[in-house]
C-alpha cells in the first residue's frame, strides 16, 4: 500500500471540500495508519480500536465522522451491526 499517494490524494481532494473538518481528518489518519501497520489494504476493525488512534472518546462523533467520509468518498465502509464482528473498511483508490 502507498500511504504517501494516499495522503497526497486525501489532502488535495480535502483542500477543496469545505465539508471536511479535523475529526474527519484524524479518522482518516488513523485509518491509514492502522492499515499502514496492517500491511493490507483492507481493515476490520472494531470501532474502539479505531477511536483510541484517532483520539475521538464519543461513539457518536466517531459514526457521524466514519459515514460523512463514506458518503463523501474519501473510505469503503463496511459496518457489521454486530457487536463481536469488527467492521470493515478501505480507502477509496488513489487517483
Do not use: W
Not at 470501532?47 to 457521524?64: D, H, N, P, R
Amino acid at each position: 500500500m502507498d500511504v504517501a499517494s494516499h495522503l497526497d490524494r486525501f489532502f488535495k481532494e480535502i483542500s477543496v471540500d469545505a465539508r471536511v473538518t479535523v475529526t474527519h481528518i484524524s479518522v482518516y489518519a488513523a485509518i491509514l495508519q492502522s492499515l499502514r501497520r496492517a500491511g493490507t489494504n483492507d481493515l476490520s476493525m472494531f470501532s474502539f480500536e479505531l477511536m483510541q488512534v484517532a483520539k475521538i472518546s464519543s461513539g457518536k462523533t466517531y459514526y457521524k465522522a466514519i459515514r460523512e467520509l463514506k458518503e463523501f468518498g474519501y473510505i469503503c465502509y463496511e459496518p457489521s451491526f454486530k457487536k463481536n464482528q469488527p467492521s470493515r473498511i478501505s480507502l477509496s483508490k488513489p487517483a
